[in-house]
């Protein structure tokens, strides 16, 4: 649609509404009158219908993105990594197989704070009469997936331990937690000063998963948390999987982790014991 240059422009506001009245040689009925909506008011449309290019520009970007790209369903990387944990991964492996969120950070769109909040919102929504005890902004509760986050030697659990809580008492904020499977499982007592070590584990750092493997691992990836990435990370998280490693994110955030390296000092006393052969 081209624009001619003889526009007239009028704005009715009568009835709360603001209505846009055009009179263009190449525009006919029905197009001529038109409501704009308020949060557009203050949008230039006189650019916007003589801008050029716009619509071959997004066509263009459109036709870069792989066929399998969760972009192409309209899905970003979180609504796509909550899909995969309540819905694809127990239809293809089975409700009872454990899949582990590594992520690089806890804060972001795809840190283990905003995920573990929509995972759980997702497969463990809050229902009347499902106990759940509120500490600050999390909320744990009855069916849950938490993690041990210190060691603590008088219950017998440890900083990393996974385990899912099987009973709230609400009114004296303690629970009961189920650690391990088969013989080496155990059900462990949480009073009220003790609910403080305990955190979401849907999703866990990458950091906080050495150590440990897990079936299935998803590892989300983007270049919003671009001072985490280097292959060293990476390969932690993908090493952790005994089964399968899904990687959701962008190429662009994969290939910046796949070409650094951290090389920062770590300090340790390994070098001095190794030479004194202690």
């Keep these: 649609m081209k624009a001619d ?12 509404e603001t209505k846009f009245y055009q009179t263009v040689k190449d525009i006919q009925e029905p197009y001529d009158t038109f409501t704009i909506p308020r949060k557009l008011e203050n949008a230039d449309l ?37 899909r995969l944990i309540a819905e694809t991964l127990p239809a293809k492996y089975g409700k009872d197989t454990e899949v582990q969120i590594l992520a690089p950070m806890v804060r972001g769109s795809i840190g283990t704070i905003s995920l573990n909040k929509a995972i759980q919102e997702k497969i463990n929504p809050y229902q009347e009469g499902k106990g759940q005890i509120s500490i600050g902004e999390r909320v744990l509760r009855l069916g849950d997936r938490v993690i041990q986050s210190v060691n603590n030697y008088d219950l017998g659990v440890f900083n990393g331990d996974i385990g899912y809580i099987r009973s709230v008492d609400s009114q004296k904020l303690t629970c009961t937690i189920e650690f391990g499977q088969g013989e080496n499982k155990k059900i462990v007592p949480y009073e009220k000063s ?12 990458i950091h906080k998963s050495q150590g440990s493997e897990f079936p299935i691992v998803i590892i989300p990836i983007l270049t919003q948390h671009f001072s985490m990435l280097f292959r060293n990370l990476i390969y932690t998280g993908l090493t952790r999987a005994k089964k399968l490693a899904i990687f959701v994110g962008s190429r662009k955030a994969m290939a910046m982790a796949v070409q650094k390296i951290d090389m920062k000092d770590r300090q340790t006393t390994l070098g001095y014991l190794l030479e004194k052969n202690l």
């Design 194 to 205: 003790d609910l403080t070590e305990l955190s979401l584990a849907y999703a866990i750092t």
């Design 46 to 82: 006189r650019k916007l219908i003589t801008s050029e290019g716009g619509a071959q520009e997004l066509a263009s970007v459109m036709k870069r993105i792989p066929q399998y790209s969760t972009l192409n369903y309209g899905m970003t990387a979180s609504q796509s990594i909550v």
């Design 5 to 16: 240059s003889e526009v007239k422009n009028i704005i009715d506001t009568k009835d709360g």
